[in-house]
């Protein structure tokens, strides 16, 4: 269910800029933040749902960039390391608030209040999104951050693993979880029984 | 394979890490039970809408000025980070330059842009939630921009008006169709933060809505005529 839209951190960055950010030029570093700071303070509130929060994982992540820049040796893209280091420090974030977020299970029974929402199809309209906002708002941290981890940015779960410090499957098992666990909230009423 | 089978390797399915083997079994299966492909469309209709999710928020203020603070009494980067600096000048010339390049009503974008920096460092702080009045700086941010957008919108729709006998058919089909498109999100949005107003979310997704219609807006009005 890898996300087939572009993702957020595909900025286009030039070359000399990158070899001027390593070489600590200001100007340049101050680029790659304008360059990265809208995807990877989305990101950061995405995962963490909080404002405050966010806008310190941005300003974490970019003093990282600031600080390991000059090791960074292109093997693979400047926006995929960028965007790593923020899952990272987003990760950290959620682990300090809560103890320990990949620590969380995922609840078993639905609320009436949390199956009240709108109808779930093919189309996503703009109201269709909108539900789903919602309902991924009412997700424990632990099943929001593998779905968005895995669905919308498109990491395996050998890679959401790696960053959670946690067994592939568990990632596996946590999202078929939220999977099932969102697509109760959405369509209210489509139990998903086996049939045979 | 029965349908309970079937459930538990569905994300597994839709996702392509099946085994071979398996994955016959599955698509097997889907070709005889009607119910069990509904359970499919719905897991392939999530992922699509997962990815159709708005991921361009923007910080409510610019957070750079705090990172270089941090930055100079960090030191780890101290010696590294402005080892190369440029004079005031440049950055002075690059900034009128830049600002030559706006066109009309860039004051009102200013506005927006204002809005959202007063809202993030009003009482409660740089985007800090909570008021006693249960205010977040979200919410603030967004009461803020909605009447700035507002007279924005109206300001650049009366520019393109005059300005629709010169652009082509093509062009002003394209823009008519991005401003319904996005007008439908914004109130669809707006509605939705009606009903849920405590939504964490809504606010900076309808904020970025906004900034987006205008510089569409903005950019449409700037546009060459056609030749």
């Known amino acids: ?196 | 394979m029965n349908c309970r089978d079937l459930v538990a390797r569905l994300d597994d399915f839709v996702d392509g890490t099946l085994s071979a083997a398996d994955r016959g079994a599955v698509a097997l299966h889907l070709e005889i039970c009607p119910s069990c492909r509904e359970a499919e469309a719905r897991v392939r209709a999530l992922a699509a809408g997962a990815a159709m999710l708005p991921r361009a928020i923007e910080p409510a203020h610019d957070l750079w000025p705090d990172i270089v603070a941090r930055i100079q009494g960090d030191t780890v980067t101290q010696g590294r980070f402005g080892a190369v600096r440029h004079p005031r000048w440049h950055r002075r010339g690059a900034l009128a330059a830049a600002a030559a390049a706006l066109v009309v009503v860039s004051s009102v974008v200013t506005t927006l842009m204002v809005a959202r920096r007063d809202a993030a460092t009003g009482p409660s702080g740089p985007g800090r939630a909570g008021t006693a009045a249960g205010v977040t700086a979200a919410t603030l941010e967004l009461s803020q921009a909605r009447g700035s957008y507002e007279a924005a919108r109206r300001q650049l729709l009366a520019v393109l008006e005059t300005r629709r006998s010169s652009l082509s058919p093509a062009t002003l089909k394209v823009l008519d169709e991005n401003v319904r498109i996005i007008d439908d999100a914004v109130r669809q949005m707006e509605d939705a933060l009606a009903r849920d107003p405590g939504n964490q979310e809504l606010p900076s997704l309808l904020v970025t809505a906004y900034r987006q219609e205008i510089d569409m807006l903005q950019r449409a009005a700037g546009l060459p005529a056609r030749g």
Do not use: N
């Not at chain 1, 990101?43 to 909080?50: C, Q, V």
């Not at chain 1, 987003?90 to 809560?98: E, G």
């Not at chain 1, 593998?146 to 959401?160: A, Q």
């Open chain 1, 1 to 196: 269910m890898t996300a087939v839209t572009p993702t957020s951190f595909a900025v286009p960055v030039d070359e000399i800029t990158v070899a001027r950010a390593r070489a600590g030029d200001e100007a340049a570093l101050e680029a790659l933040f304008r360059s990265f700071e809208a995807p990877v303070y989305s990101l950061a509130r995405r995962l963490t749902r909080s404002t405050h929060d966010a806008e310190d994982v941005l300003q974490e992540t970019f003093l990282e960039v600031v600080r390991s820049i000059h090791r960074f040796r292109g093997d693979g893209s400047l926006a995929g390391w960028i965007r790593k280091v923020a899952v990272s420090k987003a990760l950290m974030k959620l682990r300090r608030r809560r103890g320990s977020a990949f620590e969380e299970t995922l609840p078993e029974d639905l609320s009436d209040d949390d199956l009240a929402l709108g109808p779930y199809g093919p189309a996503t309209s703009a109201a269709e999104r909108v539900d789903l906002e919602t309902a991924l708002g009412r997700l424990s941290d632990v099943a929001r951050v593998v779905i968005w981890l895995h669905d919308v940015e498109g990491y395996s779960h050998d890679e959401i693993a790696a960053m959670a410090g946690k067994t592939a499957s568990f990632s596996k098992s946590q999202l078929a979880r939220a999977h099932a666990r969102l697509r109760e909230l959405l369509a209210p009423g489509v139990r998903e029984e086996p049939c045979t």
